[in-house]
């Protein structure tokens, strides 16, 4: 059971019953600590497949910054598809909680998907936000 989740852009599926916020910039769903959120970004230049491996470098950095500002660790990367695009997707540990990150790059915007879930607890909703998400 789930719920759609609408941002200007965007949509997803939540866990029914979670807390539904709205920003600016996107949407989230929380229960106690576990989340499901989608933000959206500008990019200066248009993103075009060919471009994936030279962002991965910049990405990982990014990665690696936010790990270390929340005392987390960067502990896995792969690639996954989001909406049919090809996406960088990042694993980072901290304080009992597991952050999944995934970058899907489209044109002029970045979605950035993310998931907290407890390192102890299933996360199907994760899998559940990567294969709902849609662009508008």
């Known amino acids: 059971?789930?719920?759609v989740v609408k941002g200007s852009g965007f949509s997803f599926h939540a866990p029914a019953g979670w807390r539904v916020a709205h920003t600016t910039r996107g949407a989230s769903a929380a229960q106690d600590s576990e989340l499901v959120q989608v933000a959206r970004f500008p990019l200066v230049r248009p993103y075009t497949a060919a471009l994936f491996d030279?962002?991965?470098g910049e990405?990982?950095?990014?990665?690696?910054?936010?790990?270390q500002e929340t005392s987390g660790t960067v502990s896995g990367t792969k690639t996954v598809t989001a909406a049919g695009v090809r996406?960088?997707?990042y694993e980072v540990e901290v304080n009992g909680?597991?952050?999944e990150d995934t970058f899907v790059l489209i044109g002029k915007r970045e979605y950035q998907l993310l998931c907290r879930h407890r390192t102890s607890s299933s996360a199907s909703f994760c899998d559940d936000?990567?294969?709902s998400f849609r662009p508008a």
Request: hydrophobic fraction near 50%; avoid cysteine; aromatic fraction near 4%.
């Open 97 to 99: 909680h597991v952050d």
């Open 59 to 67: 990405l990982a950095v990014r990665m690696k910054t936010i790990a």
């Open 87 to 89: 996406s960088h997707f």
């Open 54 to 56: 030279r962002v991965a």
């Open 1 to 3: 059971q789930s719920q």
């Open 129 to 131: 936000l990567l294969t």
